[in-house]
């Protein structure tokens, strides 16, 4: 619940005490845990400020309302100190409390139910009529006895509304008129309207309050025998192709002529003329009316029958040349018509004319547009009251005064009944329409309203065709055809939008009137094939204009009619001024930052951008060097071709392109390819030698648990260091890791470990393999080809090796594990294995040969000993 001001300062003694049996009520209920009353910020202050006044120096009803004021702020102070009331929502700079309640019943309507209690019958207009359009749970009303609240019905809102209206208007003719009388009766115009567009049986409450865009109630006789303001019909059938009528003579100025006025036929002269279009020309008849009188090719059958049907409706509506009178020569041949006689300048010459709308109008604003398409609408509404199409609408045909006044003339061209309009102009007609002879079939009214669409448009943006766009080539049926409206809606963007600051203009036009236009012109739009009518057009530019004299309407500029910036964002934009020419800047979004940026130039006082020699970017003189940017100025790699910095004088090649040598083969690559000095090839096998080296070596098994448990990595740099390779998990500290698991002695056999060496301390092992700690090294692969190649081959050497095998065991068993042993011998045995790989042993891995051919001669008994050799075991 939202309480407003006037119900805090009622001085109605009928009323005492309403609003404590209200809280009474509500208090238990808040108390469990309901949402507390509202009374927001804009209350507050402004019965601060009636609380503030002199009473002394008012009189005695004021004085009592301001008394009531005071005690209403003791009492909030009090409620919400108790958590009955809330009074901190609402903008502080909202200059309206109205406003404030419209604008957060209507963002709010769609998540709470929400009430506002006022005695203010313009509220309760706008937001019970708001529920109705919304169809939300809101509603308006005013307290009665017992605390309960009570919401009237729409009837009775509607006179109550309307009598308020009258008063208004009255009191604003007198010297007591206030400066918020405009406003306020704008704001009741406008509601009732929508009212009765919602609720058609409201309309005849009270005629009194018709603005203009409601048809007056038809009267069916005029009292001279001829009908008037009667609808003409919408199911009138093609009337067929027109005939041109052979006429005696057309006259001119200074010729007699007949004129059909209701009072009987009338002979008069033709006075000056006025001026001539295509169709014929126009003569003065008197101050107030005017004669159209036809060349001989447009007097035809189908113009006369128009004008005949609409004079005999006798309309009289302001702003609307309707004919009067038929007009004929003294042959008694039609010729023409009178009419009355339009006051202003085509829209064409003035609004359409940025440089003339400034030197004609120059005090006018965004506002004053909006009032000119809102009079050019209530016209047009008028006429298709009556079935009336105008078929030809373009800017030569409505005339526009200083008063903002609009008047639409060249009836003769109008659509009625089954005659259609024989001319257009296709920046106006819809694209079903376009590649059609007009002369040869009805339009719609759907066809109409892609004239009004267009025609508002270019009221707003001033002469700017809706479907214009840069690079186009002017054709405007293929303009219309595409359907591409170019100009930004939300995050729909054309990169061809309209050269100029056109699209300034657009980025002011309020959201909803913006909503309706792209959503008309765009084929993607919701209204592209089902248009808006002349009432939702009116709707959206009356809420227009009431939001530009609105605190919604927090941007200035969106009341110029040719702003020089886009729109400011939000509130809290930035607004300054431009350092150079002062004009009005506006901060721009970062949204990288979430900050605004607030550029110190405007774009006309930045310096004229120049387009780069090399790139054709467009950026600031002084970016440019010899005409180039920065980058297009550095020179071009002879390798590569691209542009590169070059890090010294002289040098022609950019830095991924200078070669070097590899620091393991010695060739040369280029920079970019090399890795660590190497070349590709080097350096994918130092990758996969670094990762030979992590691997386990299985041919290593650990003596005690049998696992592999050393890396070719480990073993290489042992031997590189000239030390013993480990035979176990064994570690520095003398501790077994917790996975090594010593083995049962009957699987520690030769045959379970072959490929390793056992320990020296419990078996027998040749002293090289003691001295290198492996059976697999480069030295000991010499040693072994050496054996059996050069030593196996003949009988001495067959007995040094057998006399090796017999004594060889029992030496490294009793001195193979001691250092002062093992250190000299390694260091003999290499330079011995050196000698024999430069003499031509390799030192690659060696297999040792079946045991077949291993004849071994021993010492005792001169024969040979076929012996098992496997590793470590000889």
């Known amino acids: 619940m939202f309480i407003d001001t006037n119900v805090f300062m009622d001085t109605d003694p009928r009323h005492k005490d309403h609003l404590k049996s209200l809280f009474e009520r509500i208090a238990p209920q808040i108390e469990s845990g309901g949402s507390p009353v509202v009374v927001p910020t804009k209350v507050i202050d402004e019965l601060s400020k009636f609380a503030k006044k002199d009473p002394s120096t008012t009189p005695a009803a004021q004085a009592a309302a301001f008394e009531k004021a005071k005690n209403a702020l003791t009492f909030l102070r009090s409620a919400e100190a108790h958590g009955l009331v809330r009074t901190s929502l609402g903008d502080i700079g909202n200059p309206y ?69 009258r008063r208004l208007r009255q009191r604003q003719a007198t010297p007591q008129a206030r400066a918020s009388d405009t406003l306020e009766i704008e704001s009741l115009e406008t509601t009732l309207e929508d009212l009765f567009q919602e609720v058609p049986l409201l309309a005849s409450l009270d005629a009194g309050t018709s603005t203009g865009a409601r048809p007056n109630p038809p009267s069916d006789d005029t009292g001279d025998g001829r009908s008037r303001r009667q609808p003409f019909s919408t199911t009138a059938k093609f009337a067929g192709p027109d005939e041109i009528i052979t006429v005696t003579v057309v006259p001119s100025a200074g010729d007699d002529i007949l004129v059909d006025s209701p009072q009987g036929i009338v002979q008069m002269q033709l006075a000056t003329k006025l001026g001539e279009g295509g169709e014929g020309a126009v003569y003065s008849a008197s101050d107030s009316h005017v004669i159209k009188i036809f060349d001989e090719h447009h007097i035809t059958k189908h113009r006369e029958a128009k004008i005949r049907l609409l004079s005999a409706r006798n309309f009289d509506e302001p702003g609307i040349c309707f004919p009067e009178a038929i007009v004929r020569n003294t042959y008694g041949e039609f010729v023409g018509y009178l009419m009355p006689r339009a006051q202003g300048s085509e829209f064409s010459k003035v609004i359409f004319q940025p440089r003339r709308l400034r030197r004609t109008f120059p005090d006018w604003t965004k506002a004053d547009l909006v009032d000119v398409a809102i009079s050019f609408l209530e016209k047009v509404s008028y006429l298709h009251s009556h079935n009336i199409l105008l078929g030809d609408i373009n800017p030569k045909n409505v005339l526009v005064d200083d008063e903002k006044n609009v008047t639409i003339i060249d009836a003769d061209s109008w659509q009625v009944e089954g005659f259609p309009c024989p001319v257009g102009v296709e920046m106006y007609s819809p694209p079903e329409v376009i590649g059609k002879r007009f002369p040869e079939f009805l339009r719609t009214a759907e066809d109409e309203r892609f004239a009004v669409a267009t025609m508002l448009f270019m009221i707003l943006i001033t002469g700017l065709f809706p479907y214009a766009r840069s690079g186009s080539d002017g054709d405007v049926s293929k303009l219309i055809r595409e359907g591409n409206f170019a100009l930004q809606f939300k995050d729909r963007s054309n990169k061809d939008q309209p050269a100029g600051k056109w699209k300034y203009m657009w980025s002011h036009v309020q959201v909803d009137v913006k909503s309706l236009f792209w959503n008309t012109f765009h084929r993607d739009g919701t209204r592209y094939s089902s248009r808006p009518t002349d009432a939702e057009w009116l709707k959206a530019f009356r809420n227009y204009r009431r939001f530009l004299r609105s605190s919604e309407n927090f941007d200035p500029m969106s009341n110029d009619i040719y702003p020089t910036r886009f729109k400011a964002m939000s509130p809290a934009t930035p607004l300054y001024e431009c350092e150079s020419c002062r004009c009005s800047m506006a901060g721009i979004w970062r949204e990288e930052t979430k900050t605004f940026s607030t550029p110190r130039l405007c774009v006309d006082c930045r310096p004229a951008l120049v387009a780069c020699q090399g790139c054709q970017r467009s950026m600031a003189p002084d970016k440019l060097s010899n005409g180039k940017c920065r980058n297009c100025s550095l020179p071009t790699c002879t390798d590569c071709g691209r542009r590169f910095r070059p890090q010294a004088p002289g040098i022609a090649v950019c830095g991924g392109c200078i070669t070097s040598a590899c620091r393991e083969c010695g060739s040369r690559h280029k920079k970019a390819s090399m890795k660590f000095g190497r070349c590709p090839t080097c350096h994918d096998k130092d990758v996969a030698a670094r990762a030979r080296r992590m691997e386990l070596d299985r041919n290593r098994l650990c003596t005690r648990c049998g696992k592999p448990f050393i890396t070719f990595g480990n073993v290489e740099w042992h031997l590189s260091n000239h030390k013993a390779v480990p035979t176990t998990h064994k570690m520095k500290s003398g501790v077994y890791p917790a996975d090594c698991v010593p083995i049962p002695r009957s699987t520690t056999s030769a045959s379970a470990h072959e490929g390793v060496a056992p320990d020296t301390k419990s078996s027998g092992c040749f002293v090289a393999t003691a001295a290198f700690g492996t059976y697999d090294c480069p030295e000991v692969w010499v040693l072994r080809r050496w054996r059996d190649t050069v030593l196996l081959t003949s009988p001495a050497g067959r007995r040094f090796v057998a006399s090796y095998y017999a004594t060889s065991p029992h030496l490294v068993r009793l001195v193979g594990g001691r250092s002062w042993f093992t250190t000299p011998t390694r260091w003999l045995l290499r330079r011995f294995a050196n000698q024999l790989n430069r003499s031509g042993l390799a030192s690659t891995p060696y297999d040792d040969p079946p045991a077949a051919v291993h004849p071994i001669h021993t010492s005792s008994g001169g024969a040979y000993r076929q012996r098992t050799s496997t590793k470590g075991t000889h």
Do not use: C, W
């Open 97 to 165: 409390a109205d406003d404030l309640f419209v604008h957060l019943f209507e963002v709010y309507s769609s998540t709470y139910a929400m009430f506002l209690l006022t005695n203010d019958v313009t509220l309760q207009l706008r937001i019970n009529l708001m529920a109705l359009q919304l169809n939300r749970s809101i509603a308006a009303g005013y307290l009665i006895p017992g605390g309960h609240v009570e919401v009237p019905s729409l009837e009775t809102i509607a006179r109550r509304a309307s009598a308020k209206l």
